[in-house]
Structure formats: structure tokens, C-alpha cells
């Protein structure tokens, strides 16, 4: 299929913006747009089509919501908005498959999502666009583009979904459990070292391919200082170089990491 064209524009009779996709093919009142146009299917802007000169035109009606690729011009994405953003897109997915709907319908791009107070809404275009699974790891790439690299937590969740997203075959739930449990035990390991008393010394330096930390402890009765070590593996090394500018490239980020090279791009 042709590239989508869209135009955006006010509707001042009504009151209201709407989205307007034109695609380079014959409008069929078929069961999909009759399906999303006579039911509230959560997570999906409401939509009417018409068709002329052998073109299907579809009206998504947006009031009082932003596009991603709008709200993003100018902000920055964070580890909170990558997960809320993800698990809405879940719910949605099953939604239009409780509808017997296709979920490649779904049009996955920043310029066609839109948010408003924390909510996100998709457009479902009648028809099969591309492959669900390909478009959410070209997402992946936006928040990549956008994210707030003082974020640590951020760059752990963007980092796991892209890398994960590569896959043909993936679990974007399985995804999420993976990093909110890894998430977990970084939170307690945060937790141990500020429980530790104020005679303790941290140093970061590099073994090898890990950026191991050294914690020196000052014990009460013993005025020796006890070492011990604990391993982040690579990941906390490349975060650091990207937090101080000296790492620029998302690709090169993945590759250090995994160790080998990984066909993917931004």
C-alpha cells in the first residue's frame, strides 16, 4: 500500500479537530468501520468514512487531545510515560480484539497516537497496514529519540523493549514483568547503600567488561575497612557515559552491551 496521506484541520461547525487519512483505495462500508464507528471501543478514536474518487477518506475526531508527535516536539519521555504508554497499548490491543478486529489495524506512529491528561487514544484504519509487532519497535525508537537521558530507570525500560522488540516473535507483557522485576531489585539494592552508616567510601572502576562498584565500610568495632563488591554488568557503564555525553549512539549503547552486533536502526 501506498504511504498514508493526512491532513489535519478544525471543523468550526462542530467545534471540534479531527484527523483526516486518505488512502489510495476504494471505500468499502465493510464490518471493521461499522464495528468501530457504532461501538466505544476503548482506547480508539471515534471514526467515519467516505469514499471518493476511488479514495477512502476517514475522519478520527480528536477534541481535547494532542498528538505524541506534537506534545514531544519540545518534552521529553520518561521511564513513567514509556510504561503507562505500553500498558494502555496492551489494553487496547485486547480491546479490539475482543471486538473480532484486527490489531494491525492499529496505526502505530507518534503522529497518529494521541494523549490527553495521561490517557492515550490510537487510530484504527479498516483495513491492515503493516505489522503491529514491527510498528511497536519503531516506537521504541521514538522514545529513544525523546527520552530524558537523566532518567536512569527510563533508559533501562527503552533499552529492554527495543532490544527485546528486534525479535519476530515477542511478549511486550512478558517484556514489562521482566524489567518492573529487575526494577524491584534495583530499588532494594538503592535501598542497602543508603541504609549504609556515613563511613562508608563507594568508588566505581572497571574490570574488564563490567563496571564493578567497591564499597568500603567503616564497622563501629573494627576500625578496618571491610570490601565488598557488587557487579551492575555493562548497561550501568553505558549509562553513565550517555548521562555525561560521551556516548551518542543508541546502536553503539546496545552493541557494547549485548557484545555482538544487533541489526537495528533509529
Known amino acids: 500500500m501506498d504511504e498514508l496521506k493526512t491532513e489535519i484541520r478544525e471543523e468550526k461547525d462542530w467545534n471540534q479537530s479531527c484527523l483526516y487519512i486518505e488512502v489510495p483505495v476504494p471505500y468499502e462500508e465493510d464490518y471493521e468501520i461499522r464495528m468501530i464507528r457504532n461501538n466505544d471501543i476503548p482506547g480508539l478514536l471515534k471514526v467515519t468514512g467516505i469514499g471518493s474518487e476511488g ?3 476517514y475522519a478520527y475526531h480528536t477534541g481535547g487531545y494532542i498528538s505524541l508527535a506534537k506534545k514531544f516536539e519540545k518534552e521529553t519521555v520518561d521511564r513513567d510515560m514509556i510504561m503507562e504508554f505500553t500498558c494502555q497499548f496492551i489494553e487496547t490491543v485486547n480491546a479490539v480484539r475482543d471486538y473480532i478486529l484486527d490489531p494491525d489495524g492499529i496505526l502505530l506512529a507518534p503522529e497518529y497516537i494521541y494523549v490527553k491528561e495521561g490517557r492515550y487514544k490510537f487510530c484504527y484504519l479498516p483495513m491492515s497496514y503493516r505489522c503491529l509487532k514491527n510498528s511497536f519497535h519503531e516506537m521504541t525508537e521514538f522514545f529513544v529519540k525523546k527520552l530524558d537521558y537523566r532518567d536512569t530507570e527510563g533508559i533501562f525500560l527503552a533499552y529492554i523493549l527495543h532490544r527485546s522488540t528486534l525479535q519476530e516473535e515477542y511478549d511486550l507483557r512478558a517484556i514489562l514483568d521482566e ?5 524491584k531489585k534495583r530499588r532494594e539494592e538503592q535501598k542497602q547503600k543508603e541504609d549504609i552508616s556515613d ?13 564493578v562498584e567497591k564499597i568500603y565500610t567503616v564497622r563501629p568495632d573494627d576500625p578496618s575497612a571491610m570490601e565488598e563488591k557488587k557487579r551492575y554488568g555493562p548497561i550501568r557503564k553505558m549509562i553513565g557515559k550517555i548521562r555525561t555525553g560521551r556516548w551518542g549512539n543508541w546502536q553503539d549503547l546496545i552493541t557494547e552491551i549485548d557484545g555482538q552486533d544487533i541489526d537495528g536502526h533509529l
Open 179 to 183: 524489567y518492573i522485576s529487575e526494577e
Open 199 to 211: 563511613g562508608t567510601i563507594f568508588t566505581v572502576e572497571d574490570e574488564g567488561e563490567e563496571a
Open 55 to 57: 479514495k477512502s477518506r
